[in-house]
């Protein structure tokens, strides 16, 4: 399976496409359920799979955080942005930091894996790096029950000159299995000529009883918070479980 351009050598174009500041009304609800669970303080926190680091960018300046992903160009985007935090290049199935926390965070990043083996090893990648009681908040980007076949979606994104138009395409070509088909098909200018691409990811597609269900079997109180921040007025859910 090819591995998807945009977090590797098209990284770049990432913080055009998804820039922080569109992070701020998810950031909000990431952080009332921190402060809501484990009080006022600076809590240590680490995010697995943090991408280029736009969620963290707003949660870095109230926590102590570290920061794992598998891919060494979406960590260095999220370094610049957030230089005050540790960042790891690891796999968020396999990765063991060396040290414990007052909560994991695995935002959309959590939507690649692709079984529910790939779901049992992260979830106990998250209690290995845990406290007693500690928490764990996921965000996959869509659940069987919020995925209806097909999503299609366009828009133009622009920053310091660059304009990318973005074709966005989600589908299920085997409802029988877990997985899910995303094209991405960018159409920009680079070094006076236009190009287009199509980059292609597949994510996992598993039922919030899946989700909840696994996560109690690696002891973790679960539960699904409402999340309504997407654009399409689909419900969304954060998993949200404290570690027994």
């Known amino acids: 399976m090819q591995r998807p351009r945009l977090y590797y050598d098209l990284a770049y174009l990432w913080p055009i496409l ?3 500041e569109d992070f701020i009304e998810e950031a909000g609800f990431w952080k009332a359920v921190l402060s809501n669970k484990l009080g006022a303080g600076i809590h240590p926190i680490l995010e697995l799979g943090v991408g280029g680091g736009h969620l963290l960018s707003h949660l870095a300046s109230e926590f102590e955080a570290t920061a794992v992903d598998i891919s060494p160009q979406m ?4 370094r610049k942005l957030n230089p005050q935090v540790e960042h790891i290049v690891g796999d968020m199935r396999s990765v063991r930091v060396g040290r414990r926390y007052k909560a994991v965070l695995i935002h959309d990043a959590v939507s690649y894996l692709l ?9 106990e990648t998250a209690a290995a ?4 009681g500690g928490l764990l908040i996921m965000c996959p980007d869509w659940y069987r029950e919020t995925f209806h076949g097909i999503y299609e979606t366009d828009r133009i994104s622009m920053k310091d000159g660059t304009s990318i138009f ?5 589908s299920d070509e085997d409802p029988q299995d877990t997985l899910i088909e995303t094209s991405f098909k960018l159409t920009f200018g680079e070094n006076g000529h236009q190009q287009t691409i ?3 990811h597949v994510t996992g597609l598993f039922s919030l009883e899946t989700w909840l269900t696994l996560m109690g079997k690696m002891n973790f109180d679960a539960e699904a918070l409402p999340y309504p921040v997407y654009d399409d007025n689909e419900p969304g859910y954060l998993l949200v479980g404290s570690l027994r």
């Open 115 to 123: 079984s529910e083996t790939d779901i049992s090893k992260t979830l």
């Open 166 to 170: 973005l074709e966005q395409r989600v």
């Open 18 to 20: 998804d820039p922080p």
């Open 198 to 200: 199509e980059d292609i």
């Open 75 to 78: 960590i260095s985007l999220s």
């Open 129 to 132: 790096h845990l406290c007693n």
